[in-house]
């Protein structure tokens, strides 16, 4: 019953649920998820650690990249649970709609190479 109710309060944070909701749509690095989310670092990296500690994110490196997801076994349960009740609810917010908005530029700018660069200087 604790590890239901981890995972439960980790999704009941608004940022932690955009992140979710952005992971569920490609896999991102901290300073993706800055520049889509408009967050300072210390922000995002302490919503990644909730998420992480209730198992509903994951990590791996590539290169000097740490890069998040959403583990394959659980994107078939957090999938549906976002497109049956949570797109209802805020996928006509304007919220969510942004950050839709801002992946696409962000992959565009191609973030992680340009200004990923420049916060590790």
């Not at 304007?94 to 990923?116: A, H, M, P, W, Y």
């Amino acid at each position: 019953m604790k590890e239901i109710i981890k995972v439960f309060k980790a999704l009941s944070d608004p940022t932690r649920l955009r992140i979710v909701r952005l992971l569920l749509e490609r896999d991102l690095c901290v300073c993706e998820l800055m520049y889509i989310l408009n967050m300072e670092q210390s922000r995002i990296s302490h919503q990644l650690r909730i998420l992480r500690d209730a198992d509903l994110v994951a990590d791996t490196r590539d290169g000097k990249w740490i890069i998040y997801r959403i583990p394959d076994s659980l994107r078939k349960t957090l999938m549906p649970l976002i497109n049956l009740y949570l797109k209802e609810k805020i996928g006509g917010s304007q919220e969510i709609l942004s950050d839709i908005k801002n992946l696409r530029l962000c992959l565009k700018e191609d973030v992680r190479k340009t200004r990923g660069n420049r916060n590790r200087d």
